[in-house]
Structures are given as structure tokens and as C-alpha cells.
């Protein structure tokens, strides 16, 4: 069976990992903070774009994980 098992990412901060996800991009500023890393913030955009369905919640939960397996 063919496939990839591991992915290197290499070092990047946790502030960088929203840029991997494009659907993110349209909503780039709009939150109330600007150092939102689209988790547990208030007002937040992504947040928002996520519970009215225009963010698929899947890929939300994939940003979450990789978010969470990065460094600081």
C-alpha cells in the first residue's frame, strides 16, 4: 500500500500555520485582534466563517491539529 504516513514540516511558529490554509485569506484582519491565531480569541472572523458554514469545519479541526503540533 502506497501513501504518505509522516509529513516533515520542518520549524514553523504557530502564528504561521494559517497561512497553509487558503480559505483562511479572505478573512486576513478582520478579527478583533490582529495576533489571533483563530483558537480561542473573541470576536473572531474565522471562528465565525466556521460556525456559518462558509469554512468547511473539517478543515477548521485539520488548522486546530497542525496549530497544536508546532512550536511557539
Request: proline content about 3%.
Amino acid at each position: 500500500m502506497a501513501g504518505i504516513r509522516t509529513l516533515g514540516i520542518g520549524i514553523i511558529a504557530k502564528d504561521e500555520v494559517q497561512s497553509f490554509f487558503l480559505e483562511f485569506e479572505p478573512f486576513e484582519g478582520g478579527c478583533k485582534f490582529g495576533d489571533c491565531l483563530h483558537h480561542s480569541e473573541p470576536e473572531c472572523v474565522v471562528k465565525a466563517a466556521v460556525r456559518d458554514g462558509v469554512i468547511d469545519s473539517l478543515r477548521y479541526e485539520s488548522y486546530l491539529r497542525l496549530q497544536s503540533e508546532v512550536g511557539a
